[in-house]
Protein backbone atom coordinates (compact mmCIF):
# COMPACT_ATOMS: atom_id res chain seq x y z
CA UNK A 1 0.00 0.00 0.00
CA UNK A 2 0.85 3.69 -0.40
CA UNK A 3 -0.15 7.49 0.70
CA UNK A 4 -1.29 9.22 -1.95
CA UNK A 5 -2.47 13.18 -1.71
CA UNK A 6 -5.86 13.21 -3.22
CA UNK A 7 -7.45 16.77 -1.72
CA UNK A 8 -5.41 19.68 -2.25
CA UNK A 9 -5.30 21.66 1.41
CA UNK A 10 -6.87 24.71 -0.22
CA UNK A 11 -9.84 22.53 -1.55
CA UNK A 12 -10.53 21.13 1.57
CA UNK A 13 -10.20 24.25 3.50
CA UNK A 14 -13.17 25.70 1.20
CA UNK A 15 -14.94 22.86 1.30
CA UNK A 16 -15.21 22.70 5.74
CA UNK A 17 -15.56 26.66 5.78
CA UNK A 18 -18.23 26.49 2.82
CA UNK A 19 -20.71 23.69 5.44
CA UNK A 20 -21.07 25.86 8.27
CA UNK A 21 -21.34 28.92 6.22
CA UNK A 22 -23.87 27.46 3.88
CA UNK A 23 -25.49 25.80 7.22
CA UNK A 24 -26.05 29.69 8.67
CA UNK A 25 -27.48 31.10 5.40
CA UNK A 26 -30.24 28.48 5.22
CA UNK A 27 -30.25 29.02 9.12
CA UNK A 28 -31.14 32.46 8.73
CA UNK A 29 -32.81 32.29 5.31
CA UNK A 30 -35.47 29.84 7.35
CA UNK A 31 -35.70 33.50 10.26
CA UNK A 32 -36.28 35.81 6.77
CA UNK A 33 -38.71 33.00 5.38
CA UNK A 34 -40.41 32.60 7.84
CA UNK A 35 -42.24 36.05 7.83
CA UNK A 36 -43.49 34.99 4.61
CA UNK A 37 -44.05 31.36 4.62
CA UNK A 38 -45.68 30.83 1.28
CA UNK A 39 -44.74 27.94 -0.38
CA UNK A 40 -45.71 24.44 -0.56
CA UNK A 41 -46.84 21.35 -2.93
CA UNK A 42 -50.48 21.13 -2.25
CA UNK A 43 -51.69 20.35 1.24
CA UNK A 44 -48.04 19.97 2.13
CA UNK A 45 -47.01 23.36 4.01
CA UNK A 46 -43.45 24.63 3.62
CA UNK A 47 -43.22 24.60 6.78
CA UNK A 48 -45.42 23.78 9.85
CA UNK A 49 -45.31 26.54 12.41
CA UNK A 50 -44.22 23.65 15.14
CA UNK A 51 -40.78 23.47 12.54
CA UNK A 52 -40.05 27.19 13.27
CA UNK A 53 -40.67 26.93 16.96
CA UNK A 54 -38.77 23.45 17.54
CA UNK A 55 -35.93 25.50 16.09
CA UNK A 56 -36.46 28.66 17.43
CA UNK A 57 -36.52 30.30 14.18
CA UNK A 58 -39.95 32.24 14.78
CA UNK A 59 -40.08 35.74 14.81
CA UNK A 60 -36.69 36.79 14.31
CA UNK A 61 -36.75 38.29 10.66
CA UNK A 62 -34.26 41.43 11.90
CA UNK A 63 -31.84 38.67 13.48
CA UNK A 64 -32.22 36.71 10.20
CA UNK A 65 -31.94 39.87 7.72
CA UNK A 66 -28.81 40.24 9.79
CA UNK A 67 -27.00 37.17 9.78
CA UNK A 68 -28.13 36.78 6.21
CA UNK A 69 -26.13 39.79 5.02
CA UNK A 70 -23.28 39.93 6.74
CA UNK A 71 -22.48 35.78 5.92
CA UNK A 72 -23.26 36.44 2.85
CA UNK A 73 -19.85 38.02 2.28
CA UNK A 74 -17.97 35.09 3.13
CA UNK A 75 -20.02 32.95 1.61
CA UNK A 76 -19.61 34.66 -1.80
CA UNK A 77 -15.92 35.28 -1.17
CA UNK A 78 -15.21 31.48 -0.03
CA UNK A 79 -17.11 30.54 -3.07
CA UNK A 80 -15.39 32.71 -5.52
CA UNK A 81 -11.68 31.43 -4.00
CA UNK A 82 -13.02 28.17 -4.69
CA UNK A 83 -13.78 28.63 -8.06
CA UNK A 84 -10.76 30.27 -8.81
CA UNK A 85 -8.31 27.53 -7.26
CA UNK A 86 -9.93 25.15 -9.12
CA UNK A 87 -9.19 26.54 -12.75
CA UNK A 88 -5.75 27.81 -11.34
CA UNK A 89 -4.63 24.59 -10.23
CA UNK A 90 -5.98 22.52 -13.14
CA UNK A 91 -8.20 20.53 -10.55
CA UNK A 92 -11.46 21.50 -12.68
CA UNK A 93 -10.65 18.64 -15.23
CA UNK A 94 -11.42 16.33 -13.04
CA UNK A 95 -14.82 18.12 -12.14
CA UNK A 96 -16.22 19.60 -15.08
CA UNK A 97 -18.16 17.62 -17.34
CA UNK A 98 -17.04 17.79 -20.53
CA UNK A 99 -18.63 15.54 -23.02
CA UNK A 100 -22.46 14.03 -23.12
CA UNK A 101 -21.04 10.53 -21.77
CA UNK A 102 -20.00 12.11 -18.74
CA UNK A 103 -24.21 12.63 -18.05
CA UNK A 104 -24.45 9.38 -19.78
CA UNK A 105 -21.97 7.62 -17.60
CA UNK A 106 -23.56 9.71 -14.07
CA UNK A 107 -26.89 8.30 -15.27
CA UNK A 108 -25.50 4.61 -14.88
CA UNK A 109 -23.89 5.17 -11.68
CA UNK A 110 -27.22 6.45 -10.17
CA UNK A 111 -28.60 3.08 -11.62
CA UNK A 112 -25.51 1.68 -10.06
CA UNK A 113 -26.25 3.28 -6.98
CA UNK A 114 -29.88 2.06 -6.53
CA UNK A 115 -28.99 -1.27 -7.54
CA UNK A 116 -30.34 -1.65 -10.55
CA UNK A 117 -27.13 -1.88 -12.74
CA UNK A 118 -24.40 -4.40 -11.40
CA UNK A 119 -21.27 -2.64 -13.01
CA UNK A 120 -20.48 0.88 -13.01
CA UNK A 121 -18.38 2.70 -16.16
CA UNK A 122 -14.73 3.57 -16.42
CA UNK A 123 -13.68 6.52 -13.76
CA UNK A 124 -11.14 8.99 -13.04
CA UNK A 125 -10.74 10.86 -9.71
CA UNK A 126 -14.06 11.44 -9.24
CA UNK A 127 -17.38 9.32 -10.81
CA UNK A 128 -19.07 10.86 -13.50
CA UNK A 129 -22.14 11.14 -11.19
CA UNK A 130 -19.85 12.83 -8.98
CA UNK A 131 -18.83 15.19 -11.63
CA UNK A 132 -22.10 16.28 -12.15
CA UNK A 133 -23.12 16.56 -8.65
CA UNK A 134 -20.06 18.71 -7.73
CA UNK A 135 -20.59 20.64 -10.81
CA UNK A 136 -24.25 21.80 -10.63
CA UNK A 137 -23.45 22.76 -6.70
CA UNK A 138 -21.49 25.28 -7.71
CA UNK A 139 -23.82 26.42 -10.78
CA UNK A 140 -26.60 26.28 -7.71
CA UNK A 141 -24.36 28.26 -5.86
CA UNK A 142 -24.31 30.94 -8.61
CA UNK A 143 -27.56 30.48 -8.92
CA UNK A 144 -28.41 31.61 -5.15
CA UNK A 145 -26.23 34.45 -5.22
CA UNK A 146 -27.66 35.84 -8.39
CA UNK A 147 -31.08 34.95 -7.51
CA UNK A 148 -29.92 36.38 -3.77
CA UNK A 149 -28.78 39.59 -5.26
CA UNK A 150 -31.80 40.03 -6.98
CA UNK A 151 -34.30 39.98 -4.12
CA UNK A 152 -31.70 42.07 -1.83
CA UNK A 153 -31.64 44.72 -4.68
CA UNK A 154 -34.74 44.91 -7.11
CA UNK A 155 -34.19 48.63 -7.49
CA UNK A 156 -30.61 48.99 -8.33
CA UNK A 157 -30.19 45.86 -10.24
CA UNK A 158 -33.34 46.16 -11.91
CA UNK A 159 -32.09 43.66 -14.50
CA UNK A 160 -30.49 40.91 -12.36
CA UNK A 161 -34.47 40.76 -11.20
CA UNK A 162 -35.37 40.69 -14.67
CA UNK A 163 -33.24 38.35 -15.15
CA UNK A 164 -34.79 36.07 -12.95
CA UNK A 165 -38.30 36.39 -14.28
CA UNK A 166 -39.43 39.35 -11.70
CA UNK A 167 -38.64 39.63 -7.73
CA UNK A 168 -41.54 37.03 -6.76
CA UNK A 169 -40.06 34.38 -9.21
CA UNK A 170 -36.40 34.96 -7.65
CA UNK A 171 -37.59 34.46 -4.08
CA UNK A 172 -39.26 31.23 -5.41
CA UNK A 173 -35.92 30.15 -7.45
CA UNK A 174 -33.56 31.08 -3.86
CA UNK A 175 -36.09 29.22 -1.70
CA UNK A 176 -35.93 26.20 -4.49
CA UNK A 177 -32.02 26.19 -4.69
CA UNK A 178 -32.10 26.31 -0.88
CA UNK A 179 -34.48 22.60 -0.81
CA UNK A 180 -31.82 21.75 -3.39
CA UNK A 181 -28.70 22.16 -1.35
CA UNK A 182 -30.55 20.47 1.43
CA UNK A 183 -31.15 17.29 -0.73
CA UNK A 184 -27.42 17.23 -2.28
CA UNK A 185 -26.50 17.41 1.77
CA UNK A 186 -28.64 14.07 2.75
CA UNK A 187 -27.19 12.72 -0.37
CA UNK A 188 -23.80 13.32 0.05
CA UNK A 189 -23.59 11.87 3.79
CA UNK A 190 -25.24 8.82 2.68
CA UNK A 191 -22.44 8.38 -0.13
CA UNK A 192 -20.00 9.45 2.04
CA UNK A 193 -21.09 7.06 4.32
CA UNK A 194 -21.29 4.08 2.16
CA UNK A 195 -18.01 5.07 0.83
CA UNK A 196 -16.09 4.85 3.89
CA UNK A 197 -13.27 6.11 6.40
CA UNK A 198 -10.33 6.29 3.56
CA UNK A 199 -12.78 8.67 1.19
CA UNK A 200 -13.81 10.85 4.11
CA UNK A 201 -10.00 10.86 5.78
CA UNK A 202 -8.92 12.28 2.49
CA UNK A 203 -11.68 15.29 2.78
CA UNK A 204 -9.53 16.21 6.26
CA UNK A 205 -6.49 15.04 5.85
CA UNK A 206 -5.83 15.70 2.01
CA UNK A 207 -4.56 11.44 1.89
CA UNK A 208 -6.05 8.18 0.76
CA UNK A 209 -4.51 4.95 0.93
CA UNK A 210 -4.44 3.03 -2.32
CA UNK A 211 -2.92 -0.45 -2.69
CA UNK A 212 -0.36 -0.28 -5.16
CA UNK A 213 -0.23 -3.27 -7.85
CA UNK A 214 3.55 -4.54 -8.05
CA UNK B 1 8.47 1.74 3.74
CA UNK B 2 6.72 -1.03 5.11
CA UNK B 3 2.80 -1.30 4.83
CA UNK B 4 2.78 -0.90 9.20
CA UNK B 5 5.13 2.61 8.50
CA UNK B 6 2.78 3.76 6.29
CA UNK B 7 0.20 3.24 8.21
CA UNK B 8 1.87 4.83 11.36
CA UNK B 9 3.08 7.95 8.78
CA UNK B 10 -0.96 7.99 8.23
CA UNK B 11 -2.49 8.00 11.29
CA UNK B 12 -0.01 10.93 11.68
CA UNK B 13 -1.08 13.32 9.07
CA UNK B 14 -5.06 12.41 10.23
CA UNK B 15 -4.41 13.42 13.56
CA UNK B 16 -2.40 16.59 13.00
CA UNK B 17 -5.06 17.21 10.20
CA UNK B 18 -8.32 16.24 12.78
CA UNK B 19 -6.44 18.94 15.44
CA UNK B 20 -6.01 21.26 12.92
CA UNK B 21 -9.61 20.71 11.93
CA UNK B 22 -10.53 21.19 15.63
CA UNK B 23 -8.73 24.15 16.23
CA UNK B 24 -10.26 25.84 13.19
CA UNK B 25 -13.64 24.68 13.88
CA UNK B 26 -13.55 26.60 17.86
CA UNK B 27 -11.90 29.46 16.16
CA UNK B 28 -15.09 29.55 14.26
CA UNK B 29 -17.42 28.81 17.07
CA UNK B 30 -16.05 31.37 18.83
CA UNK B 31 -16.07 33.71 15.91
CA UNK B 32 -19.58 32.82 15.54
CA UNK B 33 -20.35 33.70 19.12
CA UNK B 34 -18.95 36.97 18.83
CA UNK B 35 -20.57 37.75 15.73
CA UNK B 36 -24.13 37.12 17.33
CA UNK B 37 -23.55 38.24 21.07
CA UNK B 38 -21.22 41.58 21.15
CA UNK B 39 -22.62 44.77 22.59
CA UNK B 40 -25.50 45.66 21.33
CA UNK B 41 -26.28 48.60 18.69
CA UNK B 42 -29.85 49.57 18.16
CA UNK B 43 -30.89 46.20 18.77
CA UNK B 44 -28.04 44.07 17.09
CA UNK B 45 -25.04 43.31 17.48
CA UNK B 46 -22.37 45.68 16.61
CA UNK B 47 -20.27 43.99 14.11
CA UNK B 48 -23.18 42.75 12.47
CA UNK B 49 -24.84 46.59 12.66
CA UNK B 50 -21.31 47.59 11.22
CA UNK B 51 -21.64 44.87 8.06
CA UNK B 52 -24.90 46.44 7.39
CA UNK B 53 -24.12 49.58 7.35
CA UNK B 54 -21.09 49.07 5.31
CA UNK B 55 -23.86 46.83 2.63
CA UNK B 56 -25.96 50.53 3.08
CA UNK B 57 -23.12 52.74 1.99
CA UNK B 58 -22.11 50.44 -0.55
CA UNK B 59 -25.78 50.03 -2.05
CA UNK B 60 -25.74 54.14 -1.75
CA UNK B 61 -23.33 54.91 -3.91
CA UNK B 62 -24.71 52.68 -6.63
CA UNK B 63 -28.18 53.95 -6.11
CA UNK B 64 -29.05 56.69 -9.02
CA UNK B 65 -31.90 58.49 -10.15
CA UNK B 66 -32.14 56.61 -13.62
CA UNK B 67 -32.15 52.80 -11.62
CA UNK B 68 -35.93 53.11 -11.50
CA UNK B 69 -38.28 50.11 -10.23
CA UNK B 70 -40.57 48.82 -13.21
CA UNK B 71 -43.93 50.32 -13.70
CA UNK B 72 -47.03 48.27 -14.18
CA UNK B 73 -49.92 48.97 -16.14
CA UNK B 74 -53.65 49.55 -13.71
CA UNK B 75 -54.31 45.99 -14.58
CA UNK B 76 -51.77 44.46 -12.38
CA UNK B 77 -52.34 46.54 -9.43
CA UNK B 78 -53.02 43.74 -6.30
CA UNK B 79 -54.63 44.53 -2.33
CA UNK B 80 -51.89 46.32 -0.22
CA UNK B 81 -52.75 45.26 3.13
CA UNK B 82 -52.33 48.01 5.53
CA UNK B 83 -49.47 46.64 8.00
CA UNK B 84 -48.71 49.33 10.13
CA UNK B 85 -50.93 51.23 12.40
CA UNK B 86 -48.35 53.24 15.02
CA UNK B 87 -48.78 56.88 15.00
CA UNK B 88 -51.94 56.99 13.22
CA UNK B 89 -54.45 58.59 15.94
CA UNK B 90 -57.99 59.61 15.05
CA UNK B 91 -57.32 63.16 15.13
CA UNK B 92 -58.91 65.80 11.81
CA UNK B 93 -56.46 67.91 12.56
CA UNK B 94 -53.71 68.41 10.24
CA UNK B 95 -50.71 70.11 9.16
CA UNK B 96 -47.43 69.25 7.72
CA UNK B 97 -44.68 70.59 9.70
CA UNK B 98 -41.59 71.40 7.17
CA UNK B 99 -37.72 72.25 9.33
CA UNK B 100 -35.42 73.03 6.45
CA UNK B 101 -32.44 72.14 8.35
CA UNK B 102 -30.92 71.93 11.55
CA UNK B 103 -31.46 75.34 13.38
CA UNK B 104 -33.65 77.03 10.81
CA UNK B 105 -37.38 77.61 11.59
CA UNK B 106 -40.00 75.14 10.63
CA UNK B 107 -43.20 76.04 8.37
CA UNK B 108 -46.72 74.87 8.32
CA UNK B 109 -48.27 73.55 5.31
CA UNK B 110 -50.85 72.17 4.26
CA UNK B 111 -52.46 69.31 1.79
CA UNK B 112 -53.07 72.35 -1.07
CA UNK B 113 -49.81 73.52 -1.23
CA UNK B 114 -48.45 69.50 -1.84
CA UNK B 115 -51.08 68.92 -3.77
CA UNK B 116 -50.00 72.49 -5.88
CA UNK B 117 -47.13 70.49 -6.82
CA UNK B 118 -46.77 69.21 -10.21
CA UNK B 119 -49.02 65.68 -10.10
CA UNK B 120 -47.45 62.60 -10.44
CA UNK B 121 -48.96 58.75 -11.03
CA UNK B 122 -47.35 55.74 -10.23
CA UNK B 123 -47.67 52.16 -10.32
CA UNK B 124 -44.92 50.54 -8.78
CA UNK B 125 -44.30 47.52 -6.48
CA UNK B 126 -44.45 47.75 -2.74
CA UNK B 127 -42.47 45.42 -1.38
CA UNK B 128 -42.53 44.52 1.94
CA UNK B 129 -39.26 43.21 4.54
CA UNK B 130 -41.59 40.72 5.67
CA UNK B 131 -40.95 39.20 1.60
CA UNK B 132 -44.59 39.84 0.22
CA UNK B 133 -44.91 42.26 -2.40
CA UNK B 134 -47.47 44.08 -3.90
CA UNK B 135 -48.53 46.03 -7.47
CA UNK B 136 -49.83 49.63 -5.75
CA UNK B 137 -51.06 52.90 -7.96
CA UNK B 138 -50.08 56.00 -6.11
CA UNK B 139 -50.44 59.94 -6.72
CA UNK B 140 -48.60 62.60 -5.09
CA UNK B 141 -46.07 64.94 -5.24
CA UNK B 142 -42.31 63.93 -5.94
CA UNK B 143 -40.45 64.47 -3.05
CA UNK B 144 -37.87 66.18 -5.31
CA UNK B 145 -40.51 68.98 -6.00
CA UNK B 146 -40.95 69.80 -3.15
CA UNK B 147 -37.80 70.01 -1.63
CA UNK B 148 -36.95 72.04 -4.41
CA UNK B 149 -40.16 74.59 -3.29
CA UNK B 150 -39.67 74.63 0.26
CA UNK B 151 -35.99 74.72 1.20
CA UNK B 152 -34.75 78.13 0.35
CA UNK B 153 -33.59 78.99 -2.69
CA UNK B 154 -29.63 77.95 -3.60
CA UNK B 155 -29.39 76.10 0.38
CA UNK B 156 -27.33 72.53 -0.38
CA UNK B 157 -30.06 69.43 0.82
CA UNK B 158 -28.58 68.47 3.78
CA UNK B 159 -27.82 64.54 3.68
CA UNK B 160 -30.37 63.32 6.04
CA UNK B 161 -34.21 63.29 5.59
CA UNK B 162 -36.06 62.68 8.47
CA UNK B 163 -40.36 61.86 8.70
CA UNK B 164 -42.41 61.89 11.18
CA UNK B 165 -46.05 60.86 11.97
CA UNK B 166 -47.87 64.04 13.91
CA UNK B 167 -46.49 62.61 17.20
CA UNK B 168 -43.38 60.87 16.17
CA UNK B 169 -44.58 58.01 16.98
CA UNK B 170 -43.03 56.03 13.84
CA UNK B 171 -40.36 57.82 12.14
CA UNK B 172 -38.31 57.36 9.43
CA UNK B 173 -34.77 57.97 8.33
CA UNK B 174 -33.75 58.64 4.89
CA UNK B 175 -30.61 59.30 3.08
CA UNK B 176 -31.05 62.44 0.54
CA UNK B 177 -30.13 60.30 -2.15
CA UNK B 178 -33.24 58.05 -1.85
CA UNK B 179 -35.12 60.63 -0.58
CA UNK B 180 -35.03 62.65 -3.93
CA UNK B 181 -35.71 59.99 -6.19
CA UNK B 182 -38.02 60.76 -8.79
CA UNK B 183 -39.94 57.55 -7.51
CA UNK B 184 -40.25 59.14 -4.22
CA UNK B 185 -43.52 60.24 -3.82
CA UNK B 186 -45.25 62.42 -1.17
CA UNK B 187 -48.90 60.66 -2.05
CA UNK B 188 -52.28 61.76 -1.58
CA UNK B 189 -54.27 59.14 -3.56
CA UNK B 190 -54.27 55.93 -3.78
CA UNK B 191 -56.17 53.94 -6.71
CA UNK B 192 -57.16 57.47 -8.07
CA UNK B 193 -59.08 58.00 -4.21
CA UNK B 194 -57.67 60.22 -1.41
CA UNK B 195 -55.93 57.85 0.91
CA UNK B 196 -58.05 56.00 3.82
CA UNK B 197 -57.13 56.28 7.67
CA UNK B 198 -55.39 52.53 7.60
CA UNK B 199 -53.01 53.91 4.41
CA UNK B 200 -51.94 57.19 6.14
CA UNK B 201 -54.26 60.08 5.52
CA UNK B 202 -54.28 62.27 4.14
CA UNK B 203 -50.57 62.45 3.24
CA UNK B 204 -47.51 59.58 3.41
CA UNK B 205 -44.45 58.85 1.58
CA UNK B 206 -44.16 56.51 -1.07
CA UNK B 207 -40.72 55.22 -1.65
CA UNK B 208 -40.13 52.01 -3.96
CA UNK B 209 -36.36 52.01 -3.95
CA UNK B 210 -36.94 51.22 -0.09
CA UNK B 211 -38.75 48.47 1.78
CA UNK B 212 -42.33 49.36 3.01
CA UNK B 213 -41.22 50.14 6.67
CA UNK B 214 -39.79 53.22 5.06
CA UNK B 215 -42.97 54.47 3.39
CA UNK B 216 -44.46 56.57 6.46
CA UNK B 217 -48.21 56.80 6.64
CA UNK B 218 -49.40 59.80 7.98
CA UNK B 219 -46.51 62.34 7.76
CA UNK B 220 -47.12 64.80 10.27
CA UNK B 221 -43.03 66.23 10.40
CA UNK B 222 -40.51 66.52 7.91
CA UNK B 223 -36.81 67.76 8.88
CA UNK B 224 -33.88 67.97 6.56
CA UNK B 225 -30.37 67.39 9.04
CA UNK B 226 -27.05 66.92 8.80
CA UNK B 227 -27.52 64.48 11.62
CA UNK B 228 -28.33 60.20 10.48
CA UNK B 229 -31.65 60.62 11.96
CA UNK B 230 -33.31 57.42 14.18
CA UNK B 231 -35.49 55.09 12.39
CA UNK B 232 -38.20 53.36 13.90
CA UNK B 233 -37.58 49.84 12.81
CA UNK B 234 -33.59 50.50 12.51
CA UNK B 235 -33.84 50.78 16.39
CA UNK B 236 -35.25 47.36 16.51
CA UNK B 237 -32.88 45.57 14.98
CA UNK B 238 -33.44 45.94 11.56
CA UNK B 239 -31.16 47.61 8.58
CA UNK B 240 -31.06 51.55 8.68
CA UNK B 241 -30.89 51.92 4.82
CA UNK B 242 -33.48 49.23 4.26
CA UNK B 243 -32.57 49.84 0.60
CA UNK B 244 -34.07 47.80 -2.53
Redesign the interface.
Known amino acids: MEIKLKHFRAIRWFHWINFPLLALMIWSGLMIYWAYPVYGIGPIRFFPDWFYSALHLDQRLADGMALHFVLMWLFVLNGIAYVAYTFLSGEWRFLVPRTAKTFRDAWHVFLHDLRIKKELPPQGKYNAAQQVAYSAIILMGVGSVITGFAIYKPAQLTWLAALCGGYTMARLLHFLLTIGYVLFFVIHVVQVTLAGWNNFRAMVSGYEVVNRRD | MT?EE?RR??RR??R???LT?GV?AAA?WAG?RW??SARSDN??PW???R??DF?GKL?HS??SDS????TYSASEVGYLKPNGAIGLDDSDEWSLHVAPGDGIPGIELTLADVQALPRVEMIT?F???????VVAHWTGARFSDFTRKYLPPNAAVPPYVYMATPEEDYYVGLDRKSALHPQTLLAYEQNGRPLTAEHGAPLRLVI??KYGIKSIKKIGVIRYTAQKPGDY?AE????WFA??
Open positions: DIELKTRSFGAGYLTALPQRVLNSYLGLMPRCCIEGWSPVWEGYDGL
